[in-house]
C-alpha cells in the first residue's frame, strides 16, 4: 500500500510487544507494513485538547493517543456507547438510557477525534477503525475532507431492525455506516441484519456487486470472524505453570467458564443450570466443580452492578445446597487471572461453558478448543447465539434462555465417550485455525485495499463574515 494503515480503537496497548488477541493481531500487522495506532489515553483530564500525544513505546510503529475529560468519560464511553449503543446490539432495549447529554458527548468526542486524527492522516493513508464507540467517526472525517479509505469493524453483534428503533433520531446508522468504504462484521447473520437495516432506508439503494449505495456513498459489508493467535495459545496450555494452585486443589471433573462480568454473557442462567445439574445427576458421589471467572466490567453502570450483586446470591444458594465441608462445587472469582493460567485451567476442564444471550463472536470458546490435549479433549457447550457457533457447530449448542437444556448438555459433555470427545475436537480445532487472528487481521486490509473509491463530498469553504 502506497500510504501508512491507522488503527483507531477505544483502547491503547502501552508495551511494545502485547500478548495474545486482537491486541497482538493488530500490533502484528502494524508492525509488519508500518503505520499508526491511535486510542484513548487511559488517564482523564480537566479540559479538552485537541492534539494527539504520543503513548508508550514507540518501536516500529507509532502510539497517538487521545484524552477524555471526565465529562467525556461520563458521556462518550459509560453513557452513549455504553448505556445505548451496547444493550441496542445485544438486544435489550429495556436497559436503554437516553439522555441528551449522552448524544452530544458521543458527537463532540468523535468530531474532535475525526479533527485530531485529520492532522496526521495523508490521503493515501487508510483508516481502519474499531468497534461502536466510533460509528460516525467517518461521517466526521468526511467533513474535514479527507478522501482516503477508511473500514469500519464491529466486535459486538450488529442490531436487530426491531432494536434500532431505542436509538434515539440523532443516531443515524445507516448514514454512519454508509461513510465507511468496508464495514466488517463478526458473522454472516450480522452482515444479513446489517444489510436489513439497509433495506428498510428509503436512501439505500443494491448494487449489482454486492455492495450499497447509500447518498453518494458505496459501501462493502462482509463478515470477517476473528480468532484467536492459536499457536501461542496452544503453547501457553502446554506449559508447566508454577503456583496453579486453583486446578491442583480441586479433584473431580473441572467445568469452568471465562467471562467479563457483563448482562449479555448470561452468567446467571449458567450458575442455575450448574445447580441443576448438581440435583439431577446419577452418580451422587461423583463430584463436579464449576470455576467462573467474571473480571469486574463498567461497574459505575447501575445493571452491571445488579448483576454481580445477583450472581453473588446464586454462589451462595448453589453452595449452601450441594457444598460439602471438603467442597465447593461453585468457586466465582470476580478478578483477572494470568493469561497463561487460564489456558492450563482450560486444558484441565473437562467442559467449557460459553452460553451468552447475545455475542458478536466469543474468544473464550475458541481459546477452549485451542487449549485442549488432542488426545484427551474436553467438550465445549456453546450457546447458538455466540457467533462462535456459526462456525464451531460441532460444539453442543444449546438454548442459553434454557435451564433444563444447559443442564443436560452438562451431563452429555461430562459422560461424552473419547472418541467423540476427539471427533467434535478435531472439527471446532480446524475452525479455529482457519479463523486465526492473523489472517483475519491479514484479510480485512486486503479486502479494504480493493475497496473502490467512491464519491466524497468536500467540505463547503467557510465564508468569513465582514466586519
Not at 495523508?122 to 460516525?136: L, N, Q, R, S, T
Not at 474468544?363 to 488426545?375: R, S
Not at 491479514?442 to 465582514?466: D, F, G, I, M, N
Request: with cysteine; charged share 25%.
Amino acid at each position: 500500500m502506497a500510504g501508512k494503515l491507522i488503527v483507531i480503537s477505544n483502547r491503547i496497548p502501552s508495551e511494545a510487544a502485547p500478548a495474545g488477541g486482537l491486541v497482538f493481531a493488530l500490533h502484528e500487522t502494524l508492525r509488519k507494513i508500518g503505520g499508526i495506532w491511535i486510542g484513548s489515553h487511559p488517564d482523564l483530564v480537566e479540559e479538552p485538547t485537541d492534539g494527539l500525544s504520543p503513548y508508550g513505546e514507540q518501536a516500529q510503529y507509532e502510539r497517538l493517543a487521545f484524552r477524555l475529560t471526565r465529562a467525556d468519560y461520563e458521556n462518550f464511553y459509560l453513557g452513549f456507547s455504553n448505556s445505548v449503543l451496547w444493550p441496542v446490539c445485544h438486544r435489550r432495549g429495556d436497559l436503554v438510557q437516553l439522555d441528551r447529554g449522552y448524544e452530544e458527548g458521543y458527537a463532540a468526542v468523535n468530531a474532535r477525534l475525526a479533527r485530531q486524527v485529520a492532522e496526521v492522516a495523508g490521503a493515501e493513508d487508510m483508516i481502519w477503525v474499531h468497534d461502536y464507540h466510533f460509528f460516525p467517526l467517518a461521517s466526521e472525517l468526511r467533513k474535514t475532507g479527507f478522501t482516503g479509505k477508511i473500514g469500519f469493524f464491529l466486535h459486538i453483534p450488529f442490531p436487530a431492525l426491531g432494536d434500532l428503533g431505542a436509538l434515539p433520531r440523532a443516531a443515524n446508522l445507516p448514514q454512519w455506516l454508509a461513510d465507511y468504504d468496508l464495514v466488517g462484521l463478526q458473522t454472516r447473520a450480522d452482515v444479513a441484519r446489517c444489510l436489513e437495516m439497509f433495506r428498510a432506508e428509503s436512501k439505500a439503494e443494491f448494487m449489482m456487486d454486492g455492495t450499497v449505495k447509500c447518498g453518494s456513498r458505496t459501501v462493502a459489508v462482509q463478515s470477517f470472524p476473528i480468532g484467536i493467535d492459536v499457536d501461542s495459545f496452544v503453547k501457553a496450555a502446554q506449559s508447566d505453570g508454577q503456583g496453579d494452585k486453583l486446578a491442583d486443589d480441586m479433584s473431580g471433573d473441572l467445568v469452568i467458564g471465562v467471562d467479563r462480568l457483563d448482562y449479555s454473557k448470561g452468567l446467571p442462567n449458567r450458575f442455575r443450570a450448574f445447580g441443576r445439574y448438581l440435583e439431577t445427576r446419577d452418580e451422587r458421589e461423583r463430584r463436579v466443580s464449576m470455576v467462573q471467572i467474571a473480571p469486574p466490567s463498567r461497574e459505575e453502570v447501575s445493571a452491571y452492578r445488579e448483576l454481580r450483586y445477583e450472581l453473588e446470591e446464586l454462589v451462595g444458594r448453589v453452595n449452601g445446597e450441594h457444598g460439602e465441608i471438603d467442597w465447593t462445587p461453585l468457586r466465582y472469582i470476580h478478578r483477572n487471572l494470568d493469561r497463561d493460567l487460564l489456558a492450563r485451567l482450560y486444558r484441565r476442564a473437562r467442559v467449557g461453558v460459553v452460553t451468552p444471550f447475545a455475542d458478536g463472536m466469543n474468544l473464550v470458546a475458541k481459546e477452549y478448543i485451542a487449549a485442549q490435549d488432542p488426545e484427551d479433549p474436553g467438550v465445549l457447550v456453546l450457546s447458538h447465539m455466540a457467533g462462535a457457533a456459526e462456525d464451531l457447530t460441532e460444539a453442543l449448542l444449546v438454548n442459553p434462555y434454557d435451564i433444563e437444556e444447559m443442564s443436560e448438555a452438562l451431563k452429555t459433555a461430562l459422560t461424552m465417550p473419547l472418541e467423540e470427545r476427539k471427533q467434535r475436537y478435531a472439527a471446532c480445532m480446524e475452525q479455529v485455525r482457519a479463523t486465526d487472528v492473523t489472517k483475519w487481521s491479514q484479510s480485512y486490509v486486503r479486502t479494504l485495499q480493493k475497496c473502490a473509491a467512491t464519491l466524497v463530498v468536500k467540505p463547503t469553504p467557510r465564508v468569513k463574515s465582514e466586519a
